[in-house]
């Protein structure tokens, strides 16, 4: 199968910085999450995906098609669908006018296949009943959501979200969850995310994200075993220098070393990365 996405020794810097350094990756379908903690690279690799950057060193694929190349990048963007980290909004246009400008930009020309495309875009997002409220007066939330409408207007093959939940309340993370997984059986999704319970649910795959390397690369499931009995319950406070917290029920969650009393418990994605960042950390310092 080819790859949608097929990355090779890509580099970027920023001035003196290597922000990336000599990143392989492959992306064939489906929902692909990357995780990361801030400044890993995530979105430095995405623009360079969705063709507002061009990588300093290797070579890009998506879809087949060279970002490099003029006429390659062209026909790329027509396929592509991107919600960026701060996605540009105009506070003076309504909901609909926003989504009609856009499809536009895309290409839709005529005014009923337009009308349709906007009414499909935000019924998915459930901005339908905004669609007469200037953007402007739209809650952090409801903006993120017209981003990711934005993002799917004219049925773009290749998405690609920066952290698309952030703001968006527990139903409509739910909803949005429905969403991707229904758009991931015919299109290749990328997403990065903060949120680790995102990409149990959703994601096939999921790409860990460390000073510009993959140093992980699996199924959720995968990167949940990477805890596998090294996650504890306890009583008391640990006392070493474990990744731990508190719980609702009073006791302590340990990721690491066996705490005194600790009660060993199956492991989620969130524990595996913890752990995974924990040991790349040890091997770094
Ligand atoms: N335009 C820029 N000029 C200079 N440095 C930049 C620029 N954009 C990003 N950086 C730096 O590049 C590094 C990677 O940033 P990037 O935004 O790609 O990380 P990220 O993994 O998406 O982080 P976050 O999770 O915080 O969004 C960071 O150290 C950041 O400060």
Not at 31 to 38: D, E, Q, R, S
Not at 46 to 52: D, K, S
Not at 122 to 146: F, H, I, P, T
Not at 172 to 186: A, D, H, K, W, Y
Request: with cysteine.
């Amino acid at each position: 199968m080819e790859l949608a996405v097929d990355v090779r020794a890509l580099t970027k810097r920023y001035g003196q910085k290597r922000v990336i350094g000599g990143l392989d990756l492959g992306v064939s379908s489906g929902v692909t999450g990357l995780l990361g903690p801030n400044g890993a690279g995530k979105t430095t690799l995405l623009r360079c995906l969705a063709t507002v950057l061009a990588p300093d060193t290797g070579e890009v694929r998506v879809l087949g098609l060279d970002p490099a190349d003029h006429a390659q990048r062209a026909a790329l963007r027509r396929r592509i669908g991107y919600l960026p980290q701060d996605p540009e909004l105009y506070g003076h246009f309504t909901v609909a006018q926003m989504v009609d400008y856009i499809a536009i930009l895309k290409e839709l020309t005529g005014r009923r296949e337009r009308l349709d495309e906007v009414r499909r875009v935000l019924a998915e997002v459930d901005l339908s009943a905004q669609a007469a409220v200037k953007v402007k007066k739209l809650s952090g939330g409801m903006r993120q959501r017209l981003g990711i409408a934005v993002a799917l207007v004219a049925d773009p093959d290749f998405i690609i979200l920066d952290e698309p939940t952030v703001g968006l309340d527990p139903e409509q993370r739910m909803r949005f969850r429905t969403l991707i997984s229904r758009l991931g059986e015919t299109k290749v999704v990328l997403l990065s995310t903060h949120q680790t319970e995102d990409v149990a649910a959703l994601c096939e795959r999921v790409v860990v994200f460390r000073a510009g390397a993959a140093v992980f690369d699996g199924t959720p499931d995968e990167l949940a075993w990477q805890a596998e009995g090294k996650v504890w319950s306890t009583v008391s406070r640990p006392a070493g220098s474990e990744v731990f917290w508190r719980t609702v029920d009073g006791r302590y969650r340990v990721v690491g070393g066996r705490p005194q009393d600790g009660q060993v418990v199956e492991p989620t994605v969130e524990d595996g990365y913890l752990r995974l960042l924990s040991d790349t950390q040890e091997k770094i310092s």
